[in-house]
């Protein structure tokens, strides 16, 4: 890389780097070096991956997964006065549904992203394209009930854990317990001083963290992000549950990963497993090119989100783009674009705010150019577009 302008570098860092960054240096865009030791050497720790499906739960679990497994495992870490990591990583707006017996998905026919549970009026509603069916109360493979899922957050992963593990100083970290300015800190200090035998929390505790005395670590539901209405859910889900994985045996004691999932074939949880971006590269990327529906590094992405107070203007104004696209694309573009919606925005109101977007995608990046630069000279307040959008959430 570098070269241009000021002949400055660049160096991006990551155990865990997407997609498209592997696709750059597999394309030669940029040039890759690999640091194949872990610092301080020692070694990855194994994982060990639980079917939620099928793996015995503990008898008063209730609604909380949690299994013999990973009971046996805490229970024995806190024995040995040895630390605890427990992820939930809960994002508790896309409520999806899933067959419990053998963890099938309903996901769009045309954007292979999980369908969402909507109550008013009951439908299964596709957040990228506005695909809507009814809500079927079996399993389309296996013919058993299916059921909603929604699952725990951290608060009740909290309450559930002091009442197992009466004797643990339990600290919960999200976004409710940190949102005041030393908050962060301070609760990392107190596990670094072992003052904190159960660390749990969401995505915020998966990085950088360094504490010798943590021996195991448990992501008790791999899926909550799994099946969000998101192309990159998969990855996202790789990389969370790979950095987590990775808190666990940092000293010479050692160290164990317990991974909770109804998917346990599933690539992300398999090459997660496997402590390899490689392995989870070679099994996504076909995922994203035809027959799939196509996704990046393999095409290019522009998001339009129209967000208004009022319900119907956002609806109309996201209309009123996806109407402008069809006729750019027709009429300019010699059908260069595969124009996605409108749909609701997976989160549908933010900050009092509706939400609705438009997804634009082209294996020709100029198209897309073309498509930004005209609507930016027409720009209007209520419309955001956003390019090689990081999250379609
Ligand atoms: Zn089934
Ligand atoms: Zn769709």
Redesign the pocket.
């Known amino acids: 890389g570098g070269g241009g302008g000021g002949g400055a570098r660049v160096i991006l860092g990551s155990a865990t780097p997407s997609l498209e960054t592997l696709h750059l240096a597999a394309t030669g865009k940029i040039a890759r070096f690999e640091l194949p030791g872990r610092v301080g050497a020692w070694p990855l720790p194994p994982v060990e991956v639980i079917d939620l499906r099928t793996a015995p739960r503990v008898a008063d679990a209730r609604g909380v997964p949690w299994t013999e497994s990973l009971d046996d495992a805490v229970r024995g870490a806190l024995g040995r006065g040895e630390q605890v990591i427990l992820l939930l990583n809960r994002r508790g707006f896309a409520t999806y549904l899933q067959?419990p017996?053998?963890?099938?998905v309903r996901d769009c026919p045309q954007c292979a992203i999980a369908l969402t549970v909507h109550q008013t009026p009951p439908a299964l509603r596709c957040h990228y394209c506005g695909h809507e069916e009814p809500i079927p109360t079996t399993?389309?493979?296996?013919?058993?009930a299916?059921q909603r899922m929604r699952g725990l957050g951290t608060q009740q992963l909290e309450h559930f854990t002091a009442l197992r593990f009466p004797e643990a100083r339990i600290a919960r970290m999200d976004l409710d317990t940190t949102s005041t300015k030393w908050a962060h800190h301070r609760i990392l200090e107190r596990v670094a001083q072992g003052k904190v035998d159960i660390l749990l929390g969401t995505q915020m505790i998966a990085k950088g963290l360094d504490f010798p005395n943590v021996t195991v670590v448990g992501v008790v539901d791999a899926d909550t992000g799994l099946h969000l209405p998101d192309f990159r859910a998969a990855e996202r889900t790789f990389q969370l549950v790979a950095q987590v994985a990775g808190r666990a045996g940092r000293g010479p004691k050692g160290g164990r990963v317990y991974v909770q999932t109804r998917a346990p074939e599933h690539h992300a949880i398999r090459a997660a497993a496997a402590h390899s971006v490689a392995e989870f590269a070679v099994h996504e990327l076909p995922l994203r090119a035809p027959p799939n529906p196509s996704y990046p590094p393999w095409v290019g992405l522009v998001r339009f989100v129209a967000a208004h107070e009022d319900a119907i203007a956002a609806q109309e104004a996201a209309e009123r783009v996806a109407a402008w696209l069809a006729r750019a694309n027709a009429e300019r573009l010699g059908g260069a674009l595969t124009v996605l919606g409108p749909a609701p925005c997976p989160i549908e109101r933010l900050k009092g705010r509706w939400r609705w977007h438009v997804l634009v995608k082209a294996s020709e990046p100029r198209a897309l150019g073309r498509v930004v630069r005209a609507w930016g000279a027409r720009a209007r307040a209520v419309v955001v577009v956003d390019r090689d959008p990081v999250t379609l959430l």
Not at 101 to 104: I, M, Q, V, Y
Not at 139 to 144: D, E, I, P
């Open positions: 067959c017996s053998c963890g099938d399993c389309r493979v296996c013919g058993k299916t």
